[in-house]
Structures are given as C-alpha cells and as structure tokens.
Antibody, heavy 124, light 107 residues
Framework: QVQLQESGPGLVRPSETLSLTCSVSGGSLTSSSYNWGWIRQPPGKRLEWIGSVYHNGSTDYNPSLKGRVTMSADTSKTQFSLNLRSLTAADTALYYC????????????????WGRGMLVTVSS | EIVLTQSPGTLSLSPGERATLSCRASQSVRSGFLAWFQQKRGQPPRLLIYGTFTRATGIPDRFSGSRSGTDFTLTITRLEPEDFAIYFCQQYGTSPYTFGQGTNVEI
C-alpha cells in the first residue's frame, strides 16, 4: 500500500523559496500508471492544485501560480519535490502531496492517496 | 478553469438521516471525471467516489454519486456517526484540476 509523507520547513520568510519533499513508500515514481502531485489549502479556502510531475519527468502546473513553481522527481530516492518562489503571505497553506492515477490513454486522473499534509507559514 | 460550487455550505442532520450534497460545475466536466472526498480534522482527504458514480475500494454502499448535466450529487442514504465530516468535490477532466469549497455535514 503506497504511503506519502511531506517534509520541509514549516516557516519561510516572504520573498524566499519554499522547498518541500514528498517521500513515497510502497510505490515507484516511474510506473506509467501514476503521476505525482502537489495540492494546497490556504486557511479557510478551498483546495488548490499546484501541479503534477509525470512518471516520465514532464510537468503540468497551475497557471494561477504564474511561473513560480518547479517540480521534479528523484526516482532513485522515490521522492518528488516542489519549489515555490517569491513567497507571500498568500502562500501560507497546508501543503499535500498525492499520487495521481493515469488511465490506459495516458490521461491524468484523480488524486489518491494523499499525504497527511504539512502546514507552511510565510512570515517574517 | 472549471469552477465547482458546492451547496449547502453546512448540512445539519442526525444519524440515520439522508444527506444530499450538491456540486455544480461552471462548464461540462469531461467524461464525468468528478470525484468526491471526505475529510476529517487532522486527516488527509479520503476518496469516496470517482468517475461520478464509482465507489472507491472499501467505501460502503450508503455512499452514491449521480449527475444531471453539470450538477453532481453525493448521497449518503443513512448517516452513521463516522460520516459527520467535510465533503468536497474535485474535477479531474481538465487542467487546471479544481475543487469545490466543501460541505460540512454536522450533527
């Protein structure tokens, strides 16, 4: 059974870069059946998909983040990462990593399972 | 992007009652690629329904999903005490993938 665990700093200063890692156990990042994604939830707001890194290393990002996002996967460590630049208070959120299913037509699908989430606060 | 609007914001019910949760999409959801999740405080979201209708593994049959055009519904036929939680919908047919704002089912 695959499990995911987020790690990284809980407090980051404005204008800096957030770097989070998701460690995957019980699964392979290179399986064509799955991509790997990041999702966040600011306090009191709805969930927001940040982006996904595909099993072949390509990526898909939410345009709302305006080019501030980079995601990558380290298959040797079964980890994937998120870098979010130019942070503001609006980036304060609970950050989740999740596995994204892929169907037989290579279409990205839903996210399941999810990690437990990690609270990141942007403050000076 | 596709905006998902859930209603009501809060649903106050008792165990044994029926819960009907709505998720309205601002445009067509490709191939009915809509999922429902349950979330409890301090826990990650739990997948209940995907592809509009299909229950995830281990989900009891009191949970069901349906659709009429761009209106999606999650029905819980007989609420159990463990069902009181927040429920949200998500469309995964079109990137960027989007979520509803959630419905809180409370006692």
């Amino acid at each position: 059974q695959v499990q995911l665990q987020e790690s990284g700093p809980g407090l980051v200063r404005p204008s800096e870069t957030l770097s989070l890692t998701c460690s995957v156990s019980g699964g392979s990042l290179t399986s064509s059946s799955y991509n790997w994604g990041w999702i966040r939830q600011p306090p009191g707001k709805r969930l927001e998909w940040i982006g996904s890194v595909y099993h072949n290393g390509s990526t898909d990002y939410n345009p709302s983040l305006k080019g501030r996002v980079t995601m990558s996967a380290d298959t040797s460590k079964t980890q994937f990462s998120l870098n979010l630049r130019s942070l503001t208070a609006a980036d304060t959120a609970l950050y989740y990593c999740a596995r994204q299913w892929v169907n037989s037509y290579s279409e990205p699908l839903l996210f399941d399972p999810w990690g437990r989430g990690m609270l990141v606060t942007v403050s000076s | 992007e596709i905006v998902l609007t859930q209603s009501p914001g809060t649903l106050s019910l008792s165990p044994g009652e029926r819960a009907t949760l709505s998720c309205r999409a601002s445009q067509s959801v490709r191939s009915g690629f809509l999922a429902w999740f349950q979330q409890k405080r301090g826990q990650p979201p739990r997948l209940l329904i995907y592809g509009t209708f299909t229950r995830a593994t281990g989900i009891p049959d009191r949970f069901s999903g349906s659709r009429s055009g761009t209106d999606f519904t999650l029905t819980i036929t007989r609420l159990e005490p463990e069902d009181f939680a927040i429920y949200f919908c998500q469309q995964y047919g079109t990137s960027p993938y989007t979520f509803g704002q959630g419905t809180n089912v409370e006692i």
